[in-house]
């Protein structure tokens, strides 16, 4: 099937009616956007938003090598160790929800249902309260400021997102084929090696560019650090909003742009694995069909 045939099979090729509705649509729309943004910027030009006054303090050199740079660092931290801890989180809960033990099951379950219905926050907020009223980090382990911070961002992150990847992983596995495993279980495998060996490398093929999806939903979260002080770059842009008030939205804008960046570069990765992971399966695609034409002309073509 080919590409324009792929685009149009739900639904009817446009005509020349169609398509002109569709530009007028486009150029409305357009311009009702560029519009809105013409207003905005017009009333922020108002308000002196653009003036080089208020941009260089946030972006002078020592407020970048003693807060942005360090801010980006400590985010970039946050968004590896909370992506370790998700995707390991998420394979062990995700292969619990298909497990063949009822209590690892239910287990499993409940897991992904509770701690996926709770806001993000909420979750880093309790957890760090809990443990300031215990004092388990700071009194057992004698952690303390950025490091006990850094600790339950990651372990909020870790948890919900854990929660997400279990469900992207079963939501793979069910869609795999089930003659796949049942083939591994005609050789003699056991449950556990069909699903180490068959059916693991498969969906973690399959599933990447979703996983990776929500490992860039990840990245944004890290900014909910704020709300227990630590220092990512939401944090860090409100204290040069603090030190230098009359550039605080320009402080903001600088860190929206800091999050953009990182974020687009990696859905960039996303893009790139995607089509990496198309290229590796197609030729084997291409190659079962061609197999299936040329059994099929050969069956054909026989003599009774």
């Known amino acids: ?21 569709s530009m007028i649509a486009s150029i409305i729309s357009g311009a009702v956007i560029l519009g809105v943004l013409a207003l905005g910027a017009l009333e922020l030009a108002k308000d002196g938003f653009f003036e080089a006054s208020r941009w260089v303090n946030p972006l002078d050199v020592l407020v970048v090598e003693t807060t942005w740079i360090p801010a980006i660092l400590d985010t970039l931290l946050a968004f590896a160790l909370g992506s370790l801890v998700a995707i390991v989180l998420g394979v062990l809960i995700g292969f619990g929800r298909i497990s063949r033990f009822t209590p690892t099951r239910a287990a499993s379950s409940v897991y992904v249902q509770f701690f996926r219905s709770l806001p993000l926050v909420l979750l880093i907020w309790i957890s ?7 004092g388990f980090t700071s009194d057992v382990l004698g952690w303390s400021g950025d490091a006990r911070r850094l600790t339950f961002l990651v372990l909020g992150l870790g948890i919900y997102n854990g929660a997400i990847l279990a469900e992207i992983l079963r939501a793979g596995v069910a869609a795999l084929p089930p003659g796949q495993a049942m083939a591994g279980y005609a050789v003699g495998l056991s449950h556990g090696q069909v699903q180490r060996l068959i059916v693991l490398p498969q969906v973690l093929r399959n599933m990447l560019p979703a996983v990776l999806a929500q490992l860039v939903i990840l990245l944004k979260d890290t900014s909910l ?15 040069i909003g603090r030190d230098y008030g009359r550039s605080y939205l320009q402080a903001l804008v600088i860190a929206a742009l800091i999050y ?19 290229k590796k399966t197609a030729a084997p695609k291409a190659a079962a069909q061609l197999e299936s034409t ?9 003599v009774i």
């Open 294 to 302: 040329v059994a099929g002309g050969t069956a054909g073509s026989g």
């Open 128 to 134: 760090f309260t809990i443990d300031g009223h215990f």
């Open 225 to 239: 650090g704020y709300v227990i002080t630590y220092p990512e770059l939401l944090h860090s842009a409100n204290i």
């Open 260 to 278: 953009f960046v990182l974020a687009y570069a990696l859905s960039k990765l996303v893009v790139y694995a995607e089509r990496r992971l198309r």
């Open 1 to 21: 099937m080919t590409r324009q045939n792929e685009s149009t099979v739900l639904f009817d090729a446009l005509g020349p009616k169609g398509k002109q509705r």
